[in-house]
């Protein structure tokens, strides 16, 4: 199992950046996924989640910018993110808690993260 984030690069203030997480393997089911952050010097962070039923879930500081999606069929994660300030600058993570048809046991899996630099 696999999962490919992009979309990070640098963004002016106010400016809008749309992550995706792609992920591929032997995939039989994808329960919760969610979009990390951690900035220098500081601890990973939980931004947004959404369920395998849609039910989404944002960090107090990003909510009415960023909106958490996800296709199925595509087994991909989206994060669209508006309004963006300096202090989003970060390494962003896709999570995924799935279950391959190897094994009937769900697990977590990490992207290998992408930069998102908001500066003027």
């Known amino acids: 199992v696999q999962l490919q984030a992009s979309g990070g690069g640098p963004v002016q203030p106010g400016g809008s950046l749309r992550l995706s997480c792609r992920a591929s393997g032997s995939i039989s089911s994808i329960l919760h996924m969610g979009w990390y952050r951690q900035a220098p010097g500081k601890q990973r962070e939980s931004v947004a989640t959404i369920t395998d039923d849609g039910t989404t879930s944002y960090v107090d500081a990003v909510k009415g910018r960023f909106t958490i999606d996800r296709d199925n069929a595509k087994n991909t994660l989206y994060l669209q993110m508006n309004s963006l300030k300096p202090e989003d600058t970060a390494v962003y993570y896709c999570?995924?808690?799935?279950?391959?048809?190897?094994?009937?046991?769900?697990?977590?899996?990490w992207g290998q993260g992408t930069q998102v630099t908001v500066s003027s």
């Open positions: 999570y995924a808690y799935l279950r391959t048809y190897v094994s009937s046991v769900y697990n977590g899996y």
